[in-house]
C-alpha cells in the first residue's frame, strides 16, 4: 500500500490577514521557518486589486484575494534545517507557476504533523505598472461602483454623499501591477500537478526507501482515506471509515500478490462499492454511516476472489532468455510475498473464527458474556494489528527489489509471467508442427516405397503376360 502526497488547497478573502497568521510567532506555537518572495506589502496591493476588480464586477459573495496549499510533509524531515527546507519548498513553487508566495513551516499542538503552508497569488506582477487616465469625469458611489452621472452621487439637498467620490478629467483614476488571475489555479489539475510537484521533490530528500510518495490515482483499485480536522465532530466516525478504506487496501495488495489482475479487483470495487454506495443513497439517502458496512463486505468478497483464484503455472521452457532471467530475479520476491500472504490468510480465518463468536453473542446470547466478549475483541484488534504489520513488510519486500509499490511489482510480475507462458506456449507449437511434418514426411516416405514395390510387382506380371502371350503365338 502506498503512501501519498497530502496537499490541500483554500481559498483566502483576508490575505494579509492570514499571511500574519501563519508567520507570526506570537499566533504560533510551533513556527520553525517563515520564508517570503516579496515583501509584505505586496499582499496589500494584490487585496486591494482584487477587491477593486471583484466590486466592478459586480460578483456576489466574498472576494477571493489569494490561495493557500497546506503541505504534509514527512516525520523525518524535522531532521532537515528549517529555513532551508522551506526556501525549498517554495522556491519550488514560484519556479514552476510564476507567481509571488509566503511560507511558513509548522508543527501541530500534538507534534504529529509537520506541514508547510504555502500562500500564493493568483495573479503575476506586470513588467511595467499600467495607469488609465480619466477621459471624462467619473463619478463612484459609497460601495466604490463606478455610476454615469453626478446625480447618481448626491443627496436630496444636491450634495455629495459621504463616502462617494469623484475623479475629474485628466487624472489617474486606477493603477494596476498585476495581471488578470489565471484561471489554471481554479481548476482540479492543478492540485494533482502540485502532488506530483512536492512528491518528486519529497522523494529526492528522503532517506528511508520505505516513505517514498506516489500521488493517488482516482482511478485505481486502492481508496484514499480522509483528512481529520481538527475539532472535527465527526472524528471517531471518520476513523472507523478510514479503518475501512486501509483494510480494503490491504486486501488490494493481497489480491495483486495472489495474481489477481487489477480489471478483476477493478470490478469488484465496482460492483460492491461505487454501486453499493449509489444504492444506498437511492434508497435511503445520504448517510456516511454506512460506508462502513459496505466496505467490510466488499473487503470479503474480495478475499473470496483471492481464495478462489488459482495461479496460472509458467512454463518451465522459454524461447526467450531474457524473459526467463528477469522472472527468475523476481522470483524469490514473489515467494517472499506469498510467503507473507500466506500468514495473512491464516491471520484472516483466525478473524473469521472470532467474527463467527461475536456473532453469536449478539442479543440476548451474549448476556453475561461481557468479558469474553472483551477479551474476542481485543485479539481480533491484535489480529488486525499484525495483518497490517505484515502489509508493511510486503511493502518493504517489494521496495527492496527496486518498486514503489506492491501494485507495481505485480504488474511487471504479470508480464513477465504472460510473456514466458506465451514463449513457452510458441515452443511447444514449434515442436509440435516440427513432430507433425516428421509425421507426414515419415508416411509420405513409407507410401513411396509401398508404391514403388506395388509398381514393381504390377510391372513384373506385366512382363509375364507379354512372355506367356509370345510363346502362345510362336506355337500357334
Keep these: 500500500m502506498q503512501n501519498h502526497v497530502f496537499v490541500q488547497m483554500s481559498k483566502i478573502t483576508n490575505v494579509a490577514g492570514r499571511v500574519d497568521y501563519i508567520s507570526n510567532p506570537k499566533r504560533q506555537e510551533h513556527l520553525y521557518a517563515t520564508y517570503s518572495t516579496v515583501e509584505p506589502v505586496f499582499w496589500k496591493y494584490l487585496a486591494d486589486q482584487n477587491q ?9 459573495g466574498k472576494c477571493i484575494e489569494a490561495r493557500e496549499l497546506i503541505i504534509a510533509l514527512p516525520k523525518s524531515f524535522t531532521a532537515y534545517d528549517p529555513q532551508l527546507l522551506l526556501q525549498a519548498f517554495t522556491e519550488s513553487f514560484r519556479n514552476e507557476y510564476g507567481v509571488q508566495c509566503t511560507a511558513a513551516l509548522h508543527h501541530n499542538k500534538a507534534m504529529t504533523n509537520y506541514h508547510i503552508h504555502l500562500i500564493f497569488s493568483e495573479r503575476k506582477v506586470l513588467e511595467k505598472r499600467e495607469m488609465k487616465i480619466a477621459e471624462r469625469n467619473m463619478f463612484y458611489d459609497e460601495n466604490g461602483k463606478h455610476v454615469r452621472t453626478k446625480k447618481e452621487i448626491l443627496d436630496p439637498e444636491g450634495s455629495i454623499r459621504p463616502g462617494c467620490r469623484i475623479i475629474a478629467k485628466g487624472s489617474p483614476y486606477e493603477s494596476n501591477y498585476f495581471a488578470a488571475k489565471e484561471s489554471k489555479f481554479k481548476q482540479r489539475e492543478f492540485v494533482a500537478d502540485v502532488k506530483k510537484l512536492y512528491a518528486d521533490l519529497i522523494n529526492i530528500l528522503i532517506k528511508d526507501e ?10 485505481g483499485p486502492y481508496l484514499p482515506t480522509e483528512k481529520i480536522g481538527k475539532n472535527n465532530p465527526k472524528a471517531e466516525k471518520m476513523r472507523s471509515d478510514n479503518e475501512a478504506r486501509k483494510e480494503w487496501n490491504r486486501t488490494v495488495d493481497e489480491a495483486l500478490v495472489s495474481g489477481i489482475p487489477e480489471e478483476d479487483i477493478q470490478i469488484v470495487r465496482k ?4 454501486k453499493s454506495v449509489a444504492a444506498s443513497i ?41 524473459n526467463r532471467k528477469m522472472l527468475q530475479q523476481l522470483t524469490p520476491v514473489k515467494i517472499k510475498l506469498d510467503q507473507k500472504m500466506s500468514v495473512i490468510r491464516k491471520t484472516d480465518e483466525k478473524i473469521g473464527l472470532i467474527d463467527s463468536r461475536l456473532e453469536s453473542m449478539s442479543g440476548f446470547a451474549g448476556i453475561g458474556k461481557g468479558k469474553a466478549k472483551t477479551e474476542l475483541i481485543q485479539k481480533r484488534v491484535t489480529y488486525i494489528n499484525e495483518k497490517s504489520a505484515l502489509a508493511e513488510e510486503m511493502k518493504r519486500i517489494v521496495q527492496s527489489a527496486g ?15 504472460d510473456l514466458v507462458r506465451r514463449d513457452g506456449t510458441e515452443e511447444a507449437d514449434g515442436l509440435k508442427k516440427a513432430s507433425s ?3 507426414i514426411l515419415s508416411r509420405l516416405n513409407q507410401n513411396k516405397a509401398i508404391l514403388e514395390n506395388a509398381g514393381k510387382t504390377v510391372a513384373g506380371k506385366k512382363r509375364d503376360q507379354q512372355l506367356v502371350a509370345s510363346k502362345s503365338n510362336e506355337l500357334v
Design 282 to 322: 437511492a434508497e435511503q439517502g445520504f448517510l456516511p454511516e454506512k460506508l462502513c458496512g459496505i466496505l467490510k463486505n466488499a473487503v470479503k468478497k474480495l478475499q473470496e476472489r483471492i481464495r478462489m483464484f488459482r495461479l496460472r503455472l509458467v512454463p518451465k521452457q522459454s524461447l526467450s532468455d531474457h
Design 210 to 219: 520505505t516513505q517514498k510518495l506516489t500521488v493517488f490515482d482516482p482511478a
Design 52 to 60: 477593486l476588480d471583484f466590486t466592478q464586477s459586480g460578483t456576489k
Design 437 to 439: 511434418k516428421e509425421s
Design 403 to 417: 518498486y514503489d509499490t506492491v501494485r507495481s511489482f505485480m504488474t511487471d510480475y504479470a508480464k513477465l509471467c
Design 271 to 274: 460492483e460492491y462499492i461505487s
